[in-house]
């Protein structure tokens, strides 16, 4: 990915307005994964956020949430249902897959 970046041009120049990006976000979490030693950027947050936070079903990867039988929200179109898209190296920007319930219950990281 990193090579096929190298030689595009920037959409706009450093310093001069924020601008969202997937890819940057993509870019950070693989590049925190990294250098916190982490082979991928789940695991870097099962460690660091799921697990101290005890959210066990928590998770970026969707394939796991359906191993385990969760339930995961699916689109549809035109009354036909749409497949999940799976993400693979876009993880850090594709959001989490969590519960509601879990949201709620989860102790405050402040107790």
């Known amino acids: ?3 096929k970046l190298h030689n595009e ?32 950027y789940q695991d870097l947050l099962k ?14 990867d969707y394939n796991e949430q359906l ?13 036909v249902q749409l497949p999940l898209y799976n993400l693979n190296w876009n993880q850090p920007a594709g959001g989490i897959w969590t519960y509601v319930c879990l949201l709620y219950t989860s102790p405050s990281p402040r107790d």
Do not use: C, W
Not at 24 to 39: N, Q, R, S, T, V
Not at 47 to 60: G, I, W
């Open 47 to 60: 460690t660091n956020v799921f697990k101290p936070l005890q959210q066990f079903n928590s998770s970026v």
């Open 67 to 79: 191993s385990r039988g969760g339930d995961v929200i699916r689109g549809y179109a035109n009354g």
């Open 1 to 3: 990915m990193l090579q």
């Open 9 to 40: 041009p920037a959409v706009l120049p450093p310093n001069i307005r924020p601008s969202y990006s997937n890819l940057g976000f993509d870019l950070l979490g693989h590049i925190l994964a990294d250098h916190e030693g982490f082979k991928s």
